[in-house]
């Protein structure tokens, strides 16, 4: 069984009003046709670096994002289209389904390119990551949102090293795209393609330095013209999508919740507001794009800061934040258990070794916990300045917390 989404649901089906509302089909045609009428639409494109444009000569004229939002306003010359760049580099489903209500939803959007393949692990399996990404696939139908899938890939997935056993992560959000018959963008196979048909040099495509994840402005053209194909299809036959009553993988982290600490009543003692950095080693890691002000505990406050203890209920725990190159350390516990970081007490986040005086700012996600027991849980993060810290700071936005409750 499966329920076709549509933009106006009828009141009657929700809580039994006799009012109907006008009924538009869930579908990129329905995009299509309002743009040709000349509407005035938001298109939002969400992922991570791939999508930002690393590497790109010009990533807001050259990456496969800019060169898709170019494409749309050109196609459409009567509409009024407004493209919002959601990319953050490094960060896959886990994030983005925390980030939904300020960078996508608040955005008003009529058409969404989501790509988080690569990030999430394209060459991973865990269901942890497809059911987080399913549901924030679902979340955004459930919104009655276009949603076009971007299937990315890099060079070790590409030429030689092509074999679809290798690629699990892309496998399965096929079999998503098919499920929930959603617009699909699949470089995988258009650059794969190219590579047999066009002879592609694919060491020219990803040519700069010893990067083989983030491709010149060749690749980025490459991943555009799948992408447009991928849209045009769907265009083409009018295709509608479905919200399966049964999801694939899992739909149980449809409940994000960030909390803002700075929102608190009261805060730890020691802890004081602060506003973000507003500069950072990289456009798509400038915190203050994707965050408000943070909760800041301070090595000049040592002396009275006491830890941050907050209770949540779930199975997933994150912290978001910001980080720089004088950021301390500090210990996670829950339910009074330390909670090591790759075999340390101490949860280390700084840009030392993106930047040899240490003084880059970038923003900070940092996943605490995946699965834990279901019901209520209490996290407790605790500071740690050493002697030699004399203006290292703690910077934390929000802690993130989904998945059953119970």
């Known amino acids: 069984m499966s329920k076709i989404a549509t933009r106006s649901l009828c009141l009657l089906c929700l809580i039994g009003s006799t009012a109907m509302a006008q009924t538009k089909p869930l579908s990129i045609a329905n995009f299509h046709k309002r743009a040709q009428a000349g509407e005035k639409l938001n298109v939002v494109f969400l992922g991570?670096?791939?999508?930002?444009?690393?590497?790109?000569?010009?990533?807001?004229?050259?990456?496969?994002?800019?060169?898709?939002?170019k494409y749309l306003i050109e196609k459409y010359p009567k509409a009024h289209i407004t493209n919002h760049?959601?990319?953050?580099?490094?960060?896959?489903?886990?994030?983005?389904?925390?980030?939904?209500?300020?960078?996508?939803?608040?955005?008003n959007p009529d058409l969404v390119f989501v790509?988080?393949?690569?990030?999430?692990?394209i060459n991973g399996s865990d269901k942890l990551s497809l059911e987080i990404y399913e549901s924030l696939l679902r979340m955004m139908l459930e919104r009655d949102i276009p949603v076009v899938q971007v299937l990315l890939s890099c060079y070790g997935q590409l030429g030689k090293?092509?074999?679809?056993?290798?690629?699990?992560?892309?496998?399965?959000?096929?079999?998503?795209?098919k499920a929930y018959n959603t617009g699909v963008g699949d470089t995988l196979q258009y650059i794969q393609n190219a590579y047999k048909t066009r002879k592609l040099d694919l060491d020219e495509v990803w040519s700069i330095?010893?990067?083989?994840?983030?491709?010149?402005?060749?690749?980025?053209?490459?991943?555009?013209?799948a992408v447009r194909d991928g849209y045009e299809e769907a265009v083409k036959d009018k295709r509608v999508t479905v919200i399966p009553d049964k999801p694939v993988?899992?739909?149980?982290y449809m409940n994000p919740k960030r909390h803002i600490l700075v929102d608190m009543q009261t805060y730890p003692k020691g802890w004081q507001r602060s506003k973000t950095y507003r500069t950072s080693l990289w456009f798509d890691g400038l915190s203050s794009r994707w965050m408000g002000d943070v909760l800041a505990a301070s090595a000049k406050?040592?002396?009275?800061?006491?830890?941050?203890?907050?209770?949540?209920?779930?199975?997933?725990?994150?912290?978001?934040g910001e980080y720089n190159g004088q950021s301390v350390p500090f210990r996670v516990y829950i339910d009074d258990q330390l909670i090591e970081s790759n075999g340390s007490e101490f949860w280390e986040r700084n840009t030392s070794r993106f930047s040899s005086?240490?003084?880059?700012?970038?923003?900070?996600?940092?996943?605490?916990?995946?699965?834990?027991?279901?019901?209520?849980h209490t996290l407790k993060i605790e500071p740690i300045f050493m002697p030699s810290d004399k203006e290292g700071e703690l910077h934390i936005e929000s802690i993130c917390v989904a998945g059953p409750t119970k």
């Open 85 to 107: 760049d959601a990319a953050i580099g490094g960060t896959g489903s886990n994030l983005g389904i925390f980030r939904l209500e300020r960078d996508v939803f608040a955005k």
């Open 357 to 376: 005086s240490g003084s880059g700012n970038l923003f900070a996600w940092t996943v605490l916990a995946k699965e834990l027991e279901p019901g209520k």
């Open 48 to 69: 991570g670096s791939l999508t930002w444009g690393a590497n790109a000569s010009d990533p807001n004229q050259t990456s496969y994002r800019a060169l898709m939002g």
């Open 115 to 121: 790509d988080f393949t690569i990030n999430d692990g």
């Open 209 to 225: 330095g010893r990067d083989k994840t983030h491709p010149d402005d060749a690749g980025y053209r490459l991943y555009f013209e």
């Open 301 to 320: 406050r040592r002396k009275s800061t006491e830890p941050l203890v907050f209770d949540f209920q779930g199975t997933f725990v994150g912290i978001f």
């Open 161 to 177: 090293h092509y074999d679809l056993k290798k690629v699990p992560r892309y496998n399965d959000h096929i079999k998503i795209a």
């Open 249 to 252: 993988f899992g739909d149980g």
